[in-house]
């Protein structure tokens, strides 16, 4: 049973009050409204606050890798897949072996593996999205990222939700790819300064991104039309919320440390 400190908890509170991060906490709260809508029933305290640890490790995780440090996604899998008895005080060192360490102790010895191979996943997809050479390829790479991301956080909910949870999975793969591609477009510009693209979109491309999250906006609209105010909701926060400041510096010390480790095994 992993053990988190009274210190540690504070430190996890206030990387979760961080307005940069605003846009990741309130997803869970969006997720659990569409369980509600799904008629399903759910734990819904268990399954808020591991999906907070779980879109805070995403949030944190992404500032890294727009740092231009991919190789910060593979030592972070490697830290998440060993085990831990206690949270201390090192942990507060970065945000990111705080979040790591908090989601470690979220995620049950039971989806343990198909956790860590589904954030494999995600990260190698992660790492091909850099390597496009053009919207089309870019646009599948996003598409599945955010297909990625929304499973293995249903994954790790699994168990707190009852009968009829199917048909919820395919509808948060399908809006976590949608919600990929609009934060692509709210920061493609951004990224193309921090030169984590492999191509220069042209007015064609933002308008091909453009069609393509329209229609699948609209797809899922229809289907599901109680929702559009949430949609839209999520939309605006999104946008609000992209103005963050640069990655917490300290994530430096945990890559270092990680190598040093890794240098010390081999």
Known sequence: MTIISSDVTRAYHDLAVDPKYQHFVRIPDRIIQCIDYFGISCDRDAARARLQSYYLFIGVVDDAIDSDRLETGRLILDYLNTPTTVIDEGARRSNVQLITEVLKHQIRDDVQSQMMDKLQELYDEVVSERCATGMSSYIEHRQLVGSLTAESSYILIQSNLGDGHETLLQFMKQVGALGCLIDSLIDLKKD??????????????????????????IRVSLKHP?????????????????????????????????????????
């Open 192 to 217: 193309r300064r921090l030169g984590l693209l492999a191509f220069q979109p042209t007015i064609k491309d933002h308008a091909n991104l453009i069609r393509c999250i329209l229609r699948g906006g």
């Open 226 to 266: 109680r929702l559009c105010g949430l949609f839209l909701r999520a939309i605006v926060d999104n946008v609000r919320d992209r103005f963050r400041a640069d990655p917490n510096v300290a994530l430096e010390s945990f890559v270092s440390e990680q190598k040093g480790t890794a240098a010390g095994v081999a």
